[in-house]
């Protein structure tokens, strides 16, 4: 009988002990999931956008038509790739986004990043809706925008400053139709 009130007392004070260090990983993955995005020496994590209000550098490139293209005029720009599933998830969004918004093909500029045969199916489908732009990840647009992840996207105003950035749409305003 002595060995049976022993075993329980030892399971009972394993248990507690089990919950205890259980409840202080709880708490270390609390704090953990607060510091969020925060680095070592306490500075934010650099974001794979520009933020909104940063004005993109200049560039110039050219379309998959041939066409020069500048920041001058676009509102909304996103950066795909081939090789990103979030890309292809985001993609139809942005679409969406544009065609309710009333943009115009000539309002939305759309980056694709990889090289011409892989990137031949996204370049058709964004083809329609925005002037599209294939080139190597470190390009010209990439650069001007600071991508620092993919899929990525900004909404711009008419002086081109950047009103909404982001790896989806999330927090966009929504764009009345002109």
């Not at 509102?75 to 679409?95: A, I």
């Amino acid at each position: 009988m002595t060995y049976l009130v022993a075993a329980t007392v030892l399971s009972t004070a394993l248990t507690v002990l089990n919950l205890v260090v259980l409840l202080g990983v709880v708490a270390r993955l609390r704090v953990l999931t607060a510091a969020g995005t925060r680095g070592r020496e306490g500075h934010e994590a650099p974001q794979p956008v520009l933020p909104p209000g940063a004005t993109p550098e200049a560039f110039t490139a050219v379309d998959v038509d041939g066409e020069p293209v500048d920041a001058r005029g676009v509102r909304l720009v996103g950066f795909f790739t081939p090789h990103c599933s979030l890309c292809h998830e985001r993609m139809p969004q942005v679409l969406e986004y544009a065609e309710r918004g009333g943009l115009r093909r000539e309002d939305v500029l759309a980056v694709v990043i990889g090289d011409g045969e892989e990137t031949a199916e996204l370049v058709a489908e964004l083809g329609p809706v925005a002037r599209v732009v294939a080139e190597e990840s470190g390009g010209t647009v990439f650069r001007a925008f600071g991508v620092k992840g993919l899929p990525a996207m900004y909404l711009m105003d008419d002086q081109g400053v950047i009103r909404a950035s982001g790896t989806d749409l999330t927090g966009f305003p929504v764009v009345v139709p002109a």
